[in-house]
């Protein structure tokens, strides 16, 4: 059974950082690509980046240059390193088994002043 546990969130001020981390079990974590995406209140949930199992990533153009992806294959971790935050990046922020979208409970990531 597929298992993701998204950690890490919390309320930031504008312009400052998170690292959110998600744990996975149930596969071979090494061999698949993983994503991150996330949902606002009232909105459809939302791509954020892609990152591939030898760590190649892509990012959506809201994110780029602020969100940096990574993954620890020996520890079937991937982060998401998340600066320059915005309040438009409030949401609860979910990593994601690419092909078959399995997804974990989500972190609530809030920026607010």
């Known amino acids: 059974e597929v298992q993701l546990v998204e950690t890490g969130g919390g309320l930031v001020q504008p312009g400052g950082s998170l690292r959110l981390s998600c744990l996975a079990s149930g596969f071979t974590f090494s061999m698949y690509s993983m994503a991150w995406v996330r949902q606002a209140p009232g909105k459809a949930l939302e791509w954020v980046s892609t990152?591939?199992?030898?760590?190649?990533?892509i990012y959506s153009p809201s994110v780029k240059g602020r969100f940096t992806a990574s993954r620890d294959n020996a520890k079937n971790m991937v982060y998401l390193q998340m600066s320059s935050l915005k309040p438009e990046d409030t949401a609860v922020y979910y990593c994601?088994?690419?092909?078959?979208?399995?997804r974990g409970q989500g972190t609530q990531v809030t920026v607010s002043s």
């Open positions: 990152i591939n199992a030898g760590g190649g990533t």
């Open positions: 994601e088994k690419v092909g078959d979208s399995s």
